[in-house]
């Protein structure tokens, strides 16, 4: 570990607090559909879109209409993927002639948009045209980030309305938040990154020859406007099979920090912003603390993992920190750093590749989304995520006060925590669920490249990537087989929509409450005791459950290294 | 009825072992899911021992069974002595009800009628000496009734048609005189039927909290069970195989099998406080909702101040002597036997103050009563006239004075006396005005530190009083309440809770008049006193046996306390896991990757050892944590965040690092002895 590291930790999280505020007052405004700037230029388009879709954004809708509507679109969204990507070999925008893709791969990948998750079982370079990627993908990279972030502000209107029928409107949410947030960010930063060297073009190939005077065909595309949303909805498809690590898509150092921030800013900011619609920003304030305690606990493990390296290498004369499947443009720090921010974001763009980290570098990614990508997390999955703990939170120690639990002037009764267990019980019974099933069917054996318990992980990092809906993989798979995309495209689905509908429920079953004065009886929901007890919650309640499967995977492997016993 | 809190004796213990066996019925089990799966587990195990197939020791798993069968039997233990403390209770009162035989009025004359015969409406002939049959209201006649049955008060109470004191409960005693009782209940459906229901725990549903927690508890135990259900696939995977012995003991381990154990006994013990210290509640969920109120309304008389106002000085205008008002006063006062005219009678006499000397009233003097028309009393001898009352009752009884001087600096001396919490009579001698006489409310000991108490639980408290504002601002800041409803009708009393609810407040009161009956109601906590009418024993939540509104204070302490208790056992109980995990995993991995015995921390000696010390742990720590559950946490008023502070330092920081010191010294004894 040297001093540049650290300081580049420390620098990336202050830019990230100071940025946080101003972050979180505009998605405010956007929570309140207050009028800002920007509506100057845009207004007419929302207003447009409204026209055009007969939508009245004035009205209001139950959970059950918010989340009937949510569903709807996602999946008719969904469909819409699937027949660009089996028809592409049909469609204009495919100069390389790429043929369609097969059902089960096009079901992946169509869920895998869909769901923010951006698992990508193929080499997008040279399985996609540039229309599958521009309209197929990109599309879902804004759309799905969209419903993440109204996903959010229909929890908080939960928490921040009282004796109410209605959580907002879906409609109304998505267009703004598509309109006003992502968009205006996205069209800056593709700028930037053009400047920064990223490709923005149509042509998909050129072709080139090396100094060797050998001939290769290097890969282009629309790529600095996918990467911009790629990075700031934390949806992590890469435009390129190398993803981040590429230096089309991750031209240098200042790219990569960009990139990182992009990936926590909207993450940041709704903490802020939950915190200012419940009228406390200390609220806000804890819920942020838990998550960088996390965070750069993370953090620390994994740099210090990845900087120690390997003993056996040590022994064979390799000297330094672990730079097997990392760039040296990036180098130990900002790869260790990059790594654990995606998965902590459910972001899954990656600059390196994690299954060549260190065992237990290795394994703090894959425990961060088992966490259930709750540190800082998805753009507004992150912060739904974690209200789910802090309800059960609140409720296991908030009896200890002798109240009635309540979390931000709202009482937590049995239907909040059967939804909260609900939601949160479907992580461990996805993930280890089809981990075990593809541990011992012959299909699923078939996947891991590794033999012992690092190929154990392999698949485990699979399933715990599509149920978190994070998108990053152990690369040493081979998943692109009717098995994998097929289990992992129906682990997706339920590790997002099967936490989304207990979650919208519990908006609605919390917005019809009273509001509960807070009073010095109240269990106090600021301060450093309550951040401790978040994170000990979020660790026993949404960590232990994965002990055992972490102990047989990564633990063994580390044990097995530091023993000289790996092969 | 006994009162004793003595927990585990032999004539407690013993009934309740043998009922820990009756409730393995597993229709009753079932109602506990947790302690349901535990059972399936130690059942399956059973089957096990004598078609399994494994390369464990027999000795070990028939330990690893008995361990886990006294899991649920240490479980089923707790629920039943909870319940043999309150059927301890329940038989004295059933002893009271046995045999009653009722005199019903048929015609104009009685008939002799099975007690648990008589319907409501009925209307029965009660007499000296005989049990009142059912619980009713007197309609006619007035008796002095022992209540001790029920109370356990000895004193006698007067029962008498009309008026607030009307209801009389079935089991208490006529020691005098006779009255007619209209039966208000059905068979069955009486006050000590519905007390011997609760205190036995039969008709104990569980609390929207017990609920809540319940769904916890089994939404923990399905996660557990995928976690360990998924483990043979992975122990596949590494080319080995886990004996389902050890999977059922660290599932086992996992489930939250303690604080499910006690969850019932909690609940139990919890109303059982309630019932020793004679407060009934009618149901589980006035016992938490008191737990959670942000308001207190507090009746003035009685509860914040001594009942009885006390005469403490004498203003006479100008011109009057202030011995000769003394006089006038201790003469209009002799014939008033109320505390309010004997303080005035002591105030008069008081020596180096007045030392008025009469103490008789004169030959053929005639006493004018206090009536509800005139609002005055007074003395009448010879031509002279006293009169003694409220200041506008003087004035409007001698026409013509209002406007004299003496009249105005009477208003303005009872002003000052109302605004210094006092409350001013007036005395006038032959319709010439004397001066006034200021008694003074006298606040209770002690009560102010309990209000501050009170505010540091962040609950507000409203002292209601039919005293003006004046005087009822001047007393409440004495007292130190937060807030007061001044010349309070009931309609305003309904009214301020309205308001409170509507802000989201959780409102407790207590109240004994009919005209309490509709705030009772709405009130959150609504404590009727025993003594108070039927209509407000009925619109009420819980009853006060000991008719002691300051005991509201008492109860929100034990309603908090129900709920500390829950919930500092649940983190206990959740906290433990880690413990347990880093026991188990590395023994039973041991086979797989030997190099997993790094997480071995506690150093246990062997893999059998490890897991039978975890699971013997877990159920050692149910007995062991049997006199908390039904004691309960120590309910401190020091505001939620040091609460907090203090209950997750022993309970959550606790439950981390108790398992480990148990589960590595039940490792040693196991080691010792030889067990594994």
Redesign the interface.
Known sequence: MTWQGWALIVVFVGILLALTKPMGLWLHALYEGRRTPLHVVLGPVERGFYKLAGIDPTVEQSWRRYAVHMLLFNVALLLFTYAILRLQAFLPLNASGMPGIAPDGAFNIATSFTTNTNWQWYSGEVALSNLSQMLGLTIHNFLSAATGIALAFALFRGFARREAGSIGNFWADCTRITLYLLLPICVIYSVYLIAAGVPQTLTQQVAATTMEGARQTISMGPIASQEAIKMLGTNGGGFLNANSAHPFENPDALTNLIQMLSIFAIGFGLTWCFGKTVGNTKQGWAILSAMLVLFLAGVTVTYWQEAAGNPILHQLGVAGGNMEGKEVRFGVAASSLFAVVTTAASCGAVNAMHDSFTALGGMIPLFNIQLGEVVVGGVGAGIYGFLLFAILAVFVAGLMVGRTPEYVGKKIEGREVKLAVLAIAILPLVILGFTAIASVLPAGLAGPLNKGPHGFSEILYAFTSAVGNNGSAFAGITSGTQFYNGMLGVAMWLGRFFVIVPMLAIAGSLAAKKYTPETAGSFPTTGPLWVGLLVGTILILGGLTFLPSLALGPIADHLAMIGGTLS | MARTASLFTADLLLPAAGDSFRKLDPRQLIRNPVMFVTACVAALLTVLLFVGNDTLSLGFKVQLVLWLWLTVLFGTFAEALAEGRGKAQAASLRATKADLTAKRVKGSGTESIAAGALKMGDVVLVETGDLIPADGEVIEGVASVNEAAITGESAPVIREAGGDRSAVTAGTRVISDWVRVRVTVNPGQGFLDRMIALVEGAERQKT??E???T??L???T???L?????????????GGAIPIAILAALLITLIPTTIAALLSAIGIAGMDRLVRFNVLAKSGRAV?AA??I?TLLLDKTGTITVGDRQASEFRAVTGVNVLELAEAALLASLADETPEGRSIVALARARDRFEVTTTELPEGAEVVPFTAQTRISGVKFGATLIQKGAVDSILKANPGIGDTPAAAELRRATDEIARAGMTPLAVAKNGRILGAVALKDVVKAGIRERFGEL??????TVMITGDNPLTAAAIAAEAGVDDFLAQATPEDKLALIRREQA???LVAMCGDGTNDAPALAQADVGVAMNTGTQAAREAGNMVDLDSDPTKLIEIVGL???L??T???L??FS??N??AK?FAI?PA??AV??P??S??NVMGLASPQSAILSAIIFNALIIPALVPLALKGVK?RPI???P???R??AI??LGGVIVPFIGIKAIDMIVTTIGLA
Do not use: H, W
Not at chain 2, 226 to 238: E, L, N
Not at chain 2, 455 to 460: D, L, P, Q, V
């Open positions: 929207p909290n609920i809540a927690l769904i916890l089994v939404g923990l399905i996660i557990f995928i976690a360990v259900g998924t483990i043979p696939a992975f122990a596949s995977y590494a938490e737990g959670d942000d505010r540091r639980m962040g609950i507000r802000c989201g407040k309603g908090k306390q709920l500390m829950r919930g500092s649940t983190t959740v906290a896991d880690i995990y995993i039973m991995f797989l990757y190099g997993l790094v997480l309910y505001g939620a965040g609460l907090l502070r209950n997750l309970f959550g």
